[in-house]
T-cell receptor, first 114, second 111 residues
Framework: DTEVTQTPKHLVMGMTNKKSLKCEQH?????MYWYKQKAKKPPELMFV???????INESVPSRFSPECPNSSLLNLHLHALQPEDSALYLC?????????????FGSGTRLTVV | SQQGEEDPQALSIQEGENATMNCSYK?????LQWYRQNSGRGLVHLIL?????REKHSGRLRVTLDTSKKSSSLLITASRAADTASYFC???????????FGKGTMLLVSP
């Protein structure tokens, strides 16, 4: 299995809702990432988990809360989001011991905050 | 923070022509990677070139790296309509595997 699976593909939520984005990979990769991408912009790193520990938080607001329950799963919990948080949220994985490896990305979750 | 800067921002060509995209970066790197993104989808890893390599080929793709100028180029030969996508360079900094993406080039290949 060489895929990263993200669910849901689309999500519309109100500013008072709580929702979660899910990401799963079965490639044995020990690093997983959340990126945020606005239209016509490059992906921007949000969080990095390495060996199931949060290793990088790029000053992301606390309304975004990541969780790594095990080496195959990565969640992003959303609460009290703002309309400007509407974006494509991408999950990726890689093998951190292989710095010369590319990342494998999921297809993303298109999030709209209303 | 963004590291790579692609040029041009947009490129429109006919099928069969070659497409060249350039990327410049600012700090020392371990490797440089190129990704393709079809509209609204995830990114697909195309090719990786290490800092001690100067040129690499993969199918219709040719990547060059000039570390003295901190620049790279991606050449797609004999382009096809299916190559229409955004292309991003991404740098892997020395000693760490986190990627930083450039602004991207939007390539349109017309039949």
């Amino acid at each position: 299995d060489t895929e990263v699976t993200q669910t849901p593909k689309h999500l519309v939520m109100g500013m008072t809702n709580k929702k979660s984005l899910k990401c799963e990979q079965h490639m044995g990769h020990r690093a997983m990432y959340w990126y945020k991408q606005k239209a016509k912009k490059p992906p921007e790193l949000m969080f990095v988990y390495s060996y199931e520990k949060l290793s990088i938080n790029e000053s992301v607001p606390s309304r975004f809360s990541p969780e790594c329950p095990n080496s195959s799963l990565l969640n992003l919990h959303l609460h009290a989001l703002q309309p400007e948080d509407s974006a494509l949220y991408l999950c990726a994985s890689s093998e951190p011991r292989r710095g010369d490896y590319g990342y494998t990305f999921g297809s993303g979750t298109r999030l709209t905050v209303v | 923070s963004q590291q790579g800067e692609e040029d041009p921002q947009a490129l429109s060509i006919q099928e069969g022509e070659n497409a060249t995209m350039n990327c410049s970066y600012k700090t020392s790197i371990n490797n440089l990677q190129w990704y393709r993104q079809n509209s609204g989808r995830g990114l697909v890893h195309l090719i990786l070139i290490r800092s001690n390599e100067r040129e690499k080929h993969s199918g219709r793709l040719r990547v060059t790296l000039d570390t003295s100028k901190k620049s790279s180029s991606l050449l797609i030969t004999a382009s096809r309509a299916a190559d229409t996508a955004s292309y991003f360079c991404a740098t892997g900094p020395s000693g760490y595997s986190t990627l930083t993406f450039g602004k991207g080039t939007m390539l349109l290949v017309s039949p």
